[in-house]
């Protein structure tokens, strides 16, 4: 199958699902035009899935009742404002 690179824009400071094709690998996260994107490369045929992922400033608390990967972090207002995202594996049982 033939492979390609999709960008996915992202709301800063928000949980959000996103679909994308099975299997995407997440490359980067940076801003572009202002906006912070997610770049992944996927297999366009393959069926598509959501992915959720939650986005933390710079000194947020973050919930330790969930399973995360770190994804990358990302500036905004000429670095005035640092974000950090993540990728929700799973919700962990209390």
Same mark, same amino acid.
């Given at each position: 199958m ?5 960008? +996915?824009?992202?709301?800063? $400071? $928000?949980? =959000? ?5 099975e +299997? ?12 912070p994107c997610?770049?992944a490369l &996927? ?12 986005? *933390? ?9 969930r399973?995360? =990967?770190?994804?990358g972090t /990302? =500036?905004?207002d000429?670095? +005035?404002y &640092? *974000?950090?995202? /993540?990728?929700l594996?799973?919700?962990? =049982?209390?």
């Amino acid at each position: 199958m033939k492979k390609t690179i999709w960008k +996915f824009e992202l709301n800063p $400071d $928000d949980t =959000q699902s996103i679909e994308m094709p099975e +299997f995407a690998q997440i490359l980067c996260i940076q801003t572009q035009n202002l906006k912070p994107c997610l770049w992944a490369l &996927v297999e366009p045929e393959n069926r598509k899935v959501k992915r959720t992922f939650e986005i *933390f400033g710079t000194g947020y608390n973050i919930p330790s009742n969930r399973e995360r =990967q770190y994804i990358g972090t /990302f =500036q905004t207002d000429n670095g +005035f404002y &640092v *974000f950090h995202c /993540f990728e929700l594996i799973r919700t962990l =049982q209390s």
